[in-house]
């Protein structure tokens, strides 16, 4: 495939993500239950939690995208494009549950994509070795991330926490599977780094 054909194809990728119009794997949805047992405030809270994750599966779906574009080894650049169709079972989840919320996607969610391909094909273009180490570490800030909002949700809601604790799982084995193909450790200042920029993510996704 040439460079523009690439680019194409990207482009396409990017704009099917960002309509929430990808297809997945085909996974069933986790959550049975409705929301018609929550609070004004209860479905507001899941809402706002729910925006943040939807905006994180579409930086997700990015940074595996841009180290898949950059990646010279077949099998890891195979690995990392199966992630990301998993991560796509995710974001249509989470853009479901949102919408059952009566919640709106984030703004910023473009500026993700953007930002976090960037970031992706950067790693990628450090080494498999590298490229891996940045998806165990990722996968490792959003399992903690998750837990967190497993803490914070109401336990009334438990269409949400299926979904919060699916992705959890899932998240949980692409690390150790990164981990298991040869991931190398990041140092501590770029972990620090992938930390902070999560924390700007997250917290200006949960308002915007």
Known sequence: ????????????????????????????YPGEKGTESLSKKEKNLSAQLMRVNLAGEVAAQALYRGQAMVCRDPEIKEHLIQAGEEETDHLIWCKKRLKDLNGKPSIFNPIWYAGSFTIGAIFGSLGEKTSLGFVEETEKQVVKHLEKHLDQISKNDQETIDILKTMRADEDEHAKEASASGAESLPTPAKKIMGFTAKVMTTSSSYI
């Open 1 to 28: 495939m040439s460079l523009i054909d690439n680019f194409i194809n990207e482009c396409d990728i990017a704009l099917k993500t960002l309509s929430y119009k990808k297809s997945g794997t085909g996974r069933s």
